[in-house]
């Protein structure tokens, strides 16, 4: 676990571009390096038996891509497709090996272009997901856009992300998730 | 030159490879004068191309090497087991050699040092000097006649090579006729000085054989086309007359098919039947085919190839879908034509990537040597069916799990020594025997030992002691053979360092498991145990039975299927016990769209498949039939890890994406689970 100022220090003061999605009323942002594109809603083929975050997989120009449904992954009900429900096609390290794969959003915002110092860290209390999945924070209006460490968030095999000493009602939506993956 | 060098490295591996098979057909039998011959062959081209590109070690350590077979060749030494041992350690101290790295350099020179004392020493005091019956035979061989034709490429003096020194060295073989063909010599004016327009037809009567006769070219092999035939079991030069007809008909036609003198020679044959009696000996040796049968195909070209075609069926399922959808009839027939030609494409390159499982036995034969002369017990090697054919890539992938299954053969399996056979009224000898067949669209490997065979009930109590099981669970025969599968289970009482080196049985069967494979055990105590392995005949394409529920599509393999039946949805859920009746049967069945948590209203009719398994049925229910489908699997990938009930998945014609199930694993999964009422 990094200390709060090492944090600051790993964000540099260059310029980085992040795609910004939403899941629910709250706003999280990957950075667009690891974006490869967004698509349309299409039909998810389910595998039985796997985990509830695991939506299924679809045909990305002939290959097998397994989506995973963010929201579930964030501890919040699972996705009822609308109109504005997409898939965003990551290409992450996991492990030390690429991996391709969708998530699966409710609405993807807009692109983002931030410089070091506007972001702030993420207190380490007061947010529902575990901080280490989290790069920092960025206010914008009213509003905070948790910037994410996207590669981390699937590296570990854990359910959701959210923290597990959060209030008593989140603890148990989790193991709700649990019971219903076993 | 690095061009080369690296053909060369191709090359000797190969010829290395090759080393060691004639090596243990050597060990089998020790006078063997052909293998010897062959062993030596393959030493001395080694030594010619490491020379030629520049592996100064390879080129000293063979021709050290080279001189014990010399001997042993000449009848001055004899074959022992400790030349045997050493020549295996040479051959696994070459392949290092060939691996030579800047970095690895210094060590392997002195390797090379201590290994070449060693047979310098053993080449000393080599056994005395014996005179074989074997040795005499050769030499006493009879004079026959070959027909050989030398197309040197043009630019074969580009090499430094001499034509004429080759068509030398065949004259010292024997009585020779050289007819050259000059047909192609163009006018003074346009001849370049560098080139060789010349071929040559050659009879020679030699009683060197055929071999010998293939050395002269040994170098020259890619920089000419040379074609070798015994056209006569006489020496046909002896007489003039006969000399005189040959070389006429070869200056009319230069081109003439070796089959045609051979019809020639039937004739002046006549004459010598007279002469001699024919040798009641068969020629056993391999007859050497020049001319080109098979080429070289790097894997990655094969691999491009197959992911070609693998598209190509993807795109043929979509153009059948829409051919379908839109009822063209003037495209319906070019359609059918197209899946036609696809489904054969597709069988022919997938063929081409089979390679006979024979290709891994000579790895298990060295293994099953060496490990029994360290275990003391006395081990024979059999195989059986090794021309079965399989895909590189998973025959390169079995390879270590069968390396790990003969060693625990070997080691726990065989009887510690021959007293504990005989008294178990076995003969002295142990055999494991390596037995490879097709059924239906699997391969199968059997690893069958003789030895003491598998106690359950020892199996068992390990189990509980390592807490695997349950102290007073009922387990059939079976059910305790495959829990040394399973992880942290290892029957041996004490680790030895061959087997159990903490990587066990489930390592095994997960390497095979990767592969779409199974692996079993049964054993008889006192008797033997027999490792048996399942495997797909191909990995990424297979025929399979195209299905619905709700809206996720299925593919069950065709291998598995055996029949459709169809059943309203009330009778299914007032089965008692889960049972159908398929053709006065009575069947258990699964109810897939339960099992998979499917949600979702069952149509009013639904269809049960029923499959193949393990020697019994089983129905899987469906909602629909779609119909026969050629799945390309594709990998569902690191995500989906842990699922083993579905294989992979494939691409339908309308972009969408199937499952493909692994019904045995669908059923091992769910055939005894307790909540399978629908």
């Known amino acids: 676990m990094t200390t709060k100022h090492q944090k600051l220090e790993n ?5 980085e571009t992040y795609l910004s999605f939403r899941l629910g009323r709250e706003v999280f942002a990957a950075s667009v390096h690891h974006v490869v594109n967004i698509l349309e809603l299409k039909p998810i083929t389910k595998v039985p038996h796997a985990p509830e975050y695991m939506s299924g997989v679809i045909n990305l120009r002939g ?34 090996e690429e991996v391709i794969l969708g998530i699966l959003v409710d609405a993807v915002s807009e692109v983002l272009e931030l410089e070091g110092e ?46 597990e000493k959060s209030s008593q009602a989140e603890v148990d939506e989790v193991k709700e998730n649990e019971k219903t993956d076993e | 030159m690095e061009v080369f060098k690296q053909k060369f490295i191709e090359e000797a591996t190969e010829q290395i490879n090759d080393l060691e098979q004639a090596l243990l057909q050597l060990d089998q039998n020790k006078e063997d004068l052909e293998t010897i011959e062959s062993i030596f062959r393959v030493m001395h081209s080694l030594k010619g191309g490491s020379a030629m590109f520049g592996f100064e070690k390879i080129d000293r350590f063979t021709h050290i090497l080279e001189n014990i077979y010399e001997s042993i060749r000449s009848g001055e030494a004899k074959v022992t087991s400790d030349i045997l041992d050493l020549t295996f350690q040479a051959v696994d101290h070459l392949r290092k050699l060939l691996d030579e790295t800047p970095e690895s350099e210094k060590l392997l ?3 090379n040092n201590k290994f070449i004392e060693r047979i310098q020493k053993a080449l000393d005091d080599k056994a005395v000097p014996e005179h074989t019956s074997l040795q005499d035979e050769k030499t006493e061989g009879k004079v026959k006649t ?22 030398e060295d065949l004259a010292n073989l024997g009585n020779i006729l050289i007819v050259p063909n000059v047909d192609n010599i163009p006018s003074f004016e346009k001849i370049n000085p560098e080139k060789t327009y010349t071929s ?59 089959a045609d003198i051979q019809e020639l020679i039937i004739d002046l044959e006549s004459v010598y039947h007279d002469k001699e009696v024919e040798d009641i000996q068969p020629d056993t040796r391999k007859k050497v085919e020049h001319s080109i049968s098979s080429i070289r195909v790097g894997a990655d070209k094969l691999d491009n190839l197959i992911n070609w075609v693998s598209e190509l069926v993807t795109i043929q399922a979509q153009l ?29 390159v997938f063929s081409i990537r089979l390679i006979p499982i024979a290709n891994m036995v000579t790895r298990f034969q060295r293994l099953v040597r060496e490990l029994s002369n360290e275990l003391g017990k006395e081990v024979l090697f059999e195989t059986k069916g090794t021309e079965t054919e399989l895909d590189k890539n998973m025959i390169e992938m079995l390879i270590d799990p069968i390396m790990h299954i003969i060693r625990n053969s070997l080691d726990h399996g065989i009887e510690i020594n021959a007293a504990g056979r005989t008294a178990a009224g076995k003969k002295p000898k142990g055999t494991i025997t390596l037995n490879s067949y097709y059924s239906g669209t699997n391969v199968y490997i059997q690893i069958i030992d003789d030895g003491r065979g598998l106690d359950p009930q020892a199996i068992k109590q390990k189990a509980v002691e390592k807490g695997l099981i349950e102290e007073d669970a009922e387990l059939t025969e079976k059910e305790a053979y495959d829990l040394i599968f399973s992880s942290g289970f290892s029957t041996a009482k004490e680790v030895t360092n061959v087997s159990g080196r903490g990587v066990g049985m489930d390592v095994v069967k997960r390497k095979i498991a990767e592969l779409r494979g199974e692996v079993e055990m049964t054993s008889e105590k006192g008797k033997g145990t027999t490792v048996t392995i399942k495997l797909p005949l191909t990995l990424s394409i297979i025929d399979g039975l195209l299905v619905r529920i709700e809206k996720t599509k299925f593919v069950i393999p065709l291998s598995a ?23 006065e049967k009575r069947v258990p069945f699964i109810y897939l769209r339960k099992v998979f948590n499917i949600e979702g209203a069952p149509p009013e009719i639904e269809r049960i498949v029923n499959v193949e398994y393990q020697d019994t049925f089983m129905g899987l229910t469906v909602d629909e039939i779609i119909g026969e489908y050629q799945a390309v699997l594709k990998p569902l990938g690191q995500m989906y890890k842990g699922i083993d009930i579905i294989s992979g998945a494939t691409i339908l014609g309308d972009g969408t994406v199937a499952l493909v199930l692994d019904p045995n694993r669908v059923i091992f999964e769910f055939a005894n689970n307790e909540n399978l009422k629908v």
């Not at chain 1, 497709?81 to 996991?94: F, G, K, Q, S, W």
């Not at chain 2, 037809?201 to 060197?208: G, K, R, V």
């Open chain 1, 118 to 163: 506007q972001i702030e860290p993420s207190p380490s209390i007061g947010t529902k997901y575990k901080a280490e999945f989290i790069k920092g924070m960025w206010k914008k209006d009213e509003t905070f856009i948790m910037l994410l460490n996207i590669n981390l968030v699937f590296t570990r095999n854990e359910l959701v992300v959210v923290e």
């Open chain 2, 320 to 348: 059948s879908l829409y051919s379908r959808e839109n009822n063209n009839p003037g495209l319906a027939p070019i359609v059918e034509e197209i899946e036609k030609i696809s489904r054969r494409l597709r069988d022919d």
């Open chain 2, 561 to 583: 299927v055996h029949k459709i039946y169809e059943f309203t949805h009330t009778e299914i859920e007032e089965a008692i016990n889960n049972l159908f009746l398929a053709d």
């Open chain 2, 109 to 111: 020179e002195k390797e």
């Open chain 2, 200 to 258: 040559w037809n050659i009879f020679l009567s030699t009683n060197a054989g055929i071999n010998a006769i293939v050395d002269v070219f040994i170098f020259v092999d890619d920089e000419a086309r040379i074609e070798t035939h015994k056209i006569s079991d006489y020496n046909l030069l002896e007489l003039e007359a006969v000399r005189n007809i040959l070389k006429e008909t070869l200056h009319k036609k230069p081109e003439i098919k070796p």
């Open chain 1, 11 to 15: 964000i540099s003061n260059t310029m």
């Open chain 1, 63 to 96: 290959q097998v891509l397994p989506v995973i449904d963010m929201r579930v992954k964030f501890g919040m009900t699972p996705t009822e497709p609308t109109v504005d429900t997409c898939i965003i096609v990551l290409n992450l390290e996991i492990e030390e």
């Open chain 2, 146 to 167: 070959y027909f050989v034709r030398f197309v040197p490429d043009e630019d074969i003096m580009h090499n430094g090579t001499n034509p004429l020194y080759l068509l």
